[in-house]
């Protein structure tokens, strides 16, 4: 992704800046996607739509992990006990999600 390439080889203070915001914004619409998937009283009619609801959320409630994470890493960065920045993890993730999404998508129009 290349935005987090950009974030990770900008400045300290546009790392925090643009991480966080990043981070907050994208997981206030990602979070409430998977409790709407997973809320029982919330029907989605065929089965595939509501797969495809919690994989969209879960994919951005990972890009959102991402950023917090980098803003995390640059406001630590000096200290003894600094944070290390995200590893490959959310991105397989992430991708896991957009595939898992892509197919019930698929499977949902069919």
């Known amino acids: ?57 879960v994919l951005l409630s990972s890009i959102s992990y991402l950023f917090g994470r980098i803003a995390l890493a640059a406001v630590t960065e000096g200290r003894r006990n600094a944070i290390a920045p995200p590893t490959r993890r959310p991105y397989y993730v992430a991708a896991g999600a957009l595939v898992v999404g892509v197919l019930s998508l698929l499977i949902a129009m069919a």
């Open 1 to 57: 992704m290349k935005t987090t390439a950009i974030l990770t080889t900008s400045s300290r203070s546009r790392r925090i800046t643009w991480g966080f915001g990043l981070s907050i914004a994208i997981g206030l619409i990602g979070v409430p996607l998977v409790l709407l998937a997973i809320w029982p009283g919330a029907d989605h009619s065929p089965y595939a739509a509501n797969t495809v609801v919690l994989a969209l959320g």
